[in-house]
């Protein structure tokens, strides 16, 4: 099983990045899937996922309604679509998957993002 991030990158306050998770090995539609992220010095934070079969969407308060997260069935492929970010987003970003929204199982390695 792997699962590789890529579209970290260093972006102003208010920029966009979207956020990329390749996941082989398993089958994609039957894992939950989320993306959690950890700070310098903080603790992993859960920040979004989406459930299997129905594909049902679920966010953090601290990034509702400027993160949007979607997979690709056909690629088996997760997104992150963030906006608006503030220094605050600047963390390592994971995308995880497991058989619940707080239950990991496989990891990736990571993708930076700073904010700054």
């Known amino acids: 099983v792997q699962l590789v991030e890529s579209g970290g990158d260093l972006v102003q306050p208010g920029g966009s990045l979207r956020l990329s998770c390749v996941v082989s090995g398993l089958t994609f539609s039957s894992y939950e899937l989320s993306w959690v992220r950890q700070a310098p010095g903080q603790e992993f934070e859960w920040i979004s996922g989406i459930t299997a079969g129905l594909g049902r969407t679920h966010y953090a308060d601290s990034v509702k309604g400027r993160f949007t997260i979607s997979r690709d069935l056909a690629k088996n492929m997760l997104h992150l679509q963030m906006n608006s970010l503030t220094s605050a987003d600047t963390a390592m970003y994971y995308c995880?998957?497991?058989?619940?929204?707080?239950?990991?199982?496989?990891w990736g390695q990571g993708t930076q993002v700073t904010v700054s």
């Open positions: 995880a998957a497991g058989p619940a929204l707080n239950e990991y199982t496989y």
